[in-house]
């Protein structure tokens, strides 16, 4: 079934978004093609997984600064060539706890290339950036443009990327963050709207109520909350006006309204 693209997903305002943090990354190993799989396999609207990038210049999925806590490995990825990353499993950690062995025999460390090449049209995809030079950041566009994901991702960024991602490739869609509990701020919510051209925003649940879901619809956002595990909460969440969630567990909460 073909995937709903971004501006389908941004003008069915009936339909509730989900999206899969880091995949299905409760049940699976976190920001692996597994995971992504999983996610899709359960009926995510869109996937979200982090980029950083390898010594050779390659983005890869991984949320941390370094690969300690999900792999046997030790260090930044910087440090690391691709060939290096692959030979590592990045099993180790699952359901909140980093286990003494990994869970799967083989687990590699996919590269944007093969998450795009796999699930492009499959998924949309909420892209969070971590590059740390201006050629990854090169490299991360090239990959966008060349597999044409323009109406199907967006990049989440703080903003002091904007500029350098707008100087790259304007026409690649935005979700901006500004801080943690400010981000469903009546100012903020402007800014990524009426400033950086915004239709996606990703505020926070804890600092986020009806109020600011119903300015976020009168501004022409979609708020995708991050995040719940819980369809109690998910339910509560629309109920005030929320459209769409952030979840690690997308099995339990497509079950619980689709």
């Given amino acids: 079934m073909r995937a709903k693209t971004l501006t389908e997903l941004y003008r069915d305002r009936s339909h509730f978004m989900v999206t899969a943090h880091r995949g299905a990354s409760f ?3 976190e920001n692996t093609a597994l995971a992504m799989r999983k996610a899709v396999e359960a009926g995510a609207d869109m996937i979200e997984f982090d980029l950083r990038g390898t010594a050779d210049g390659v983005p890869v999925l991984l949320h941390d600064e370094t690969i300690d806590r999900t792999s046997n490995g030790r260090g930044m990825p910087e440090e690391h060539s691709l060939a290096e990353l ?11 706890m980093r286990r003494e062995a990994p869970v799967y025999d083989v687990m590699e460390i996919p590269t944007f290339e093969e998450i795009l090449a796999e699930f492009r049209g499959k998924a949309a995809m909420n892209i969070q950036l971590y590059a740390k030079t201006d050629a990854l950041l090169v490299e991360i566009c090239r990959l966008f443009r060349r597999y044409d994901m323009y109406d199907h991702g967006y990049f989440t960024i703080y903003p002091d990327l904007i ?10 869609e935005l979700c901006t963050t500004r801080g943690w509990k400010e981000r469903s701020l009546p100012e903020n919510l402007k800014l990524c709207r009426e400033t950086d051209g915004c239709r996606f925003v990703q505020p926070v649940r804890e600092f986020t109520d009806g109020e600011a879901f119903l300015r976020m619809r009168e501004l022409g956002l979609r708020g995708n909350v991050f995040f719940t595990d819980d369809p109690a909460e998910m339910l509560r969440l629309q109920s005030i006006g929320a459209e769409g969630i952030l979840t690690n567990q997308p099995h339990k909460i497509c079950r619980s309204f689709r």
Avoid: Y
């Avoid at 991602?165 to 026409?171: G, H, K, L, S, T």
């Fill in 27 to 29: 049940e699976f190993p």
């Fill in 86 to 96: 692959k030979k590592l499993n990045f099993s180790f950690w699952l359901q909140g």
């Fill in 163 to 172: 500029a350098r991602v707008r100087a790259i490739d304007p026409e690649i």
